[in-house]
Each structure stands twice: as C-alpha cells, then as structure tokens.
C-alpha cells in the first residue's frame, strides 16, 4: 500500500524555521520525483516545490514564494522527503501536502494526508 | 505564471446526471493538465492526467477532454460518493498552478 506520512508541522512564529518530513512506503522511491503543495482557504491549492530522482540529478524546482527561503530536499535510504522552511511569514500558513510523481508521467499521482504549519506571532 | 480558471465554481446535480466542468489556461499547455478531486477533510484524489487519461482505480464514468486552452472533466453518471470539490493543475511549466476549484453537490 502506498503511503507519505507528514509530519512537523505546527504553531511557529514569523521570522522562525521548521522541517517538514515525509515518510514515503509501498512503492520505489527512487523511480519517482517528489514535490510539496500547500493549501489554504483563501489562495487555494500552492505548489511549493519539487525535487527529481537521482536519475535526474536531484534538481530542484520551487515556487516564487519559497525560493531562497525553503529548501526541498531527500535521503533515498530512508525513502524520505524535507522541506526546511526558513524566515517564515504569516503567509505560509497552510496545510502541507507531500505528493509524489512518476517520473514517466509528470504530474503528482498520490497525496499524504498533510501537516498543518501555522506561523504567528 | 500560467492562470487555470475553472467554471462554474459550484454546481447543484441530481444522481444520474451527467456533469461537465470547464478548466481554461491563459496560454497553451498542450495535454499538460491532471484533474484531482478532494472530499471535506481529506488529501487530494488524483483521477486523470495528460487531460484523458485516468489513474489506476478512478471510475469509468470520470473522463477528460481538451488540448491547448481548454479542458473538460466529465462524470457520465453522477454518483452520491462524487460529491467533492473538483481542481484542474497545469504541469506544463513551472510554477505548476492550479485553477480554484469547482465544488459539486447533490441537488
């Protein structure tokens, strides 16, 4: 069964860092680029960031919003997915998603269940 | 950025009916667009990608249409279980953006 398991989240003030995790099981990690999306009711779906397989050299693709603040990384021994989040802003109040995408497909194909991240002072 | 609107935002249906919902890019994507459907309180359902082809599982009454601009998602046969807010996503190119969203209800 294919499971991404977030975790992390929380209540974190403006100008403070958290890493989000996901723990990825039931399929092959490495045949599959991994991205985080976030939501919120006022701005909808966000996609934040992706990072390709290590056939793809790792690459790393973000979101206006994000670049040079977050940093999404993983660690294929652990079939693991981060997403360091640094300087935040009230505005990255959201709940965050882990998604994963075949790399012969493209688009995410599963979704955790998410984390929610609340930043306030 | 690429902008996805959807239309309508919401609709009323009755079980059995046939229901369509619009989904516009403000430039050409070619095929590059998934559909996800998400229930109150839970994650994002995948149901198609490259515009008409469905994931492994999705109901056979789910279809997709369209290349270039424009885009439909179809439920043949609407079923009370389809109640949920349906969301078109261009991948295209980066940022990949989503349209708002289209929230479907039974009448």
């Known amino acids: 069964e294919v499971q991404l398991v977030e975790s992390g989240g929380g209540l974190f003030q403006p100008g403070g860092s958290l890493r989000l995790s996901c723990a990825a099981s039931?399929?092959?990690?490495?045949?599959?680029?991994m991205d985080w999306v976030r939501q919120t009711p006022g701005k909808g779906l966000e996609w934040v960031a992706r990072?390709?397989?290590?056939?793809?050299?790792?690459?790393?693709e973000y979101a206006a919003s994000v670049k040079g603040r977050f940093t999404i990384s993983r660690e294929e021994s652990k079939s693991s997915l981060y997403l360091q989040m640094n300087s935040l802003k009230t505005e990255d109040t959201a709940v965050y998603y882990c998604?994963?995408?075949?790399?012969?497909?493209?688009?995410?194909?599963?979704w955790g269940q998410g984390t929610l991240v609340s930043v306030s002072s | 950025d690429i902008q996805m609107t959807q239309s309508p935002s919401s609709l009323s249906a009755s079980v059995g009916d046939r229901v369509t919902i619009t989904c516009r890019a403000s430039?050409?994507?070619?095929?590059?667009i998934t559909w996800f459907q998400q229930k109150p309180g839970e994650a994002p359902k995948s149901l198609i990608y490259?515009?008409?082809i469905l994931y492994s599982g999705v109901p056979s009454r789910f279809s997709g249409s369209g290349s270039g601009t424009d885009f439909t998602l179809t439920i043949s046969s609407l079923q009370p279980e389809d109640i949920a807010t349906y969301y078109c996503?261009?991948?295209?190119?980066?940022?990949?953006?989503f349209g708002p969203g289209t929230k479907v209800d039974i009448k």
């Open positions: 990072i390709r397989n290590k056939a793809n050299g790792y690459t790393t």
């Open positions: 039931g399929f092959t990690f490495s045949d599959h680029y």
């Open positions: 996503q261009q991948y295209r190119t980066y940022p990949f953006t």
């Open positions: 430039q050409g994507i070619a095929n590059y």
């Open positions: 490259a515009a008409s």
């Open positions: 998604t994963r995408s075949p790399v012969n497909i493209g688009p995410s194909d599963f």
